[in-house]
């Protein structure tokens, strides 16, 4: 009987210590899958410590089923996850961090939803999460303000499985600097399963999520995948019409009836609001503008510096 192929894809940013124990518990994982074959490839996201070089170790001594590429820099989780996508084989393709939060042994749950539901995504969630308060806040503003949308209200997450279809259409089509994957994912399918995962502490350092970094990219989610700032600006022009317009009736009402003069103040304030808006509105359409820029230059998601 031939075996389902499963690709697991697995972005680095310095977690040497944590390596082995992921590739170890990772075999372990799938030799209780007699039904599946596997390959892991492992993606080191510009690492600051001695990430590669425990990859190679690792790749030395389970060379049949690990790939190990390296960048040249740091571009982000989802970038190399879309590196990774590149270089899958398998049938159907898994996410998950570097960070054993997603403990190797919850894959099978969300093999065997999809077996059942015959699903083309399926996510693992955690009811309780163990990340820190930053970046449980910024994930939580990213899902309740961004406008992907799934069937499940609870959002998505890192931990998913993908159909290879899918995969090899985001490698196709989302080859630009910014990657926002469920929003991507959302805009090709909506047949999507949710099932409960452990989710567990961080064995080592700290998350590579800070409250900036999580601001950056949420701003590049609203320009790159979202027209919320333009609907904003709409919402801004309407309101402020409207209210210019009472005040108009009022100076209006009060010149004719009670002969008061126009006054300077108001004046001054009805420029200074209008200008203030105004030049708003063209920072937001300035920032579009730029990101259409960006892309027109063709800049890549990310640069390969070695693949073993």
């Given at each position: 009987m031939t075996k389902t192929k499963i690709s697991v894809v697995i972005p680095v940013f310095n977690s040497s210590e944590i390596i082995p124990e992921l590739v170890e518990r990772m075999i372990a994982t799938f030799a209780k899958l007699s039904n599946y074959q596997f390959e892991l490839i492992m993606v080191n996201d510009g690492s600051e410590d001695r990430s590669w070089?425990?990859?190679?170790?690792?790749?030395?001594?389970?060379?049949?089923?690990?790939?190990?590429?390296?960048?040249?820099?740091?571009?982000?989780?989802?970038?190399?996850?879309?590196?990774?996508?590149?270089?899958?084989?398998?049938?159907?393709?898994?996410?998950?961090?570097?960070?054993?939060?997603?403990?190797?042994?919850?894959?099978?749950?969300?093999?065997?939803?999809?077996?059942?539901?015959?699903?083309?995504?399926?996510?693992?969630?955690?009811?309780?999460?163990?990340?820190?308060?930053?970046?449980?806040?910024?994930?939580?503003?990213?899902?309740?303000?961004?406008?992907?949308?799934?069937?499940?209200?609870?959002?998505g997450s890192s931990?998913?499985?993908?159909?290879?279809?899918?995969?090899?259409?985001?490698?196709?089509?989302?080859?630009?600097?910014?990657?926002?994957?469920?929003?991507?994912?959302?805009?090709?399918?909506?047949?999507?399963?949710?099932?409960?995962?452990?989710?567990?502490?961080?064995?080592?350092?700290?998350?590579?999520?800070?409250?900036?970094?999580?601001?950056?990219?949420?701003?590049?989610?609203?320009y790159y995948y979202s027209t919320k700032p333009?609907?904003?600006?709409?919402?801004?022009?309407?309101?402020s019409s409207l209210i210019s317009f009472l005040l108009g009736l009022r100076f209006i009402y009060n010149k004719f009836i009670h002969n008061v003069p126009l006054g300077y103040t108001s004046i001054i304030v009805a420029i200074m609001f209008s200008t203030s808006l105004i030049l708003f509105c063209l920072g937001v359409i300035g920032n579009y503008l730029y990101k259409l820029y960006q892309l027109q230059q063709n800049k890549p998601p990310y640069s390969i510096k070695n693949v073993l």
């Open positions: 070089e425990e990859l190679k170790i690792q790749k030395n001594e389970f060379s049949e089923f690990l790939k190990i590429i390296n960048f040249t820099k740091n571009y982000g989780q989802h970038n190399a996850i879309l590196c990774g996508f590149s270089f899958c084989t398998g049938d159907f393709v898994i996410t998950m961090d570097d960070d054993l939060q997603h403990p190797p042994e919850e894959i099978g749950k969300l093999i065997e939803a999809q077996k059942i539901k015959d699903v083309d995504i399926v996510y693992g969630m955690y009811k309780v999460k163990h990340h820190s308060f930053i970046r449980n806040l910024g994930s939580l503003f990213i899902r309740k303000t961004s406008e992907y949308k799934k069937q499940n209200e609870e959002g931990f998913r499985m993908i159909r290879r279809n899918l995969v090899d259409i985001l490698v196709e089509k989302h080859a630009q600097h910014f990657l926002f994957l469920d929003s991507a994912l959302n805009w090709y399918n909506t047949n999507i399963e949710v099932v409960e995962v452990n989710h567990q502490s961080r064995k080592q350092g700290k998350t590579g999520y800070s409250l900036t970094k999580l601001f950056n990219i949420y701003i590049n989610i609203m333009l609907k904003v600006i709409i919402f801004i022009g309407l309101f």
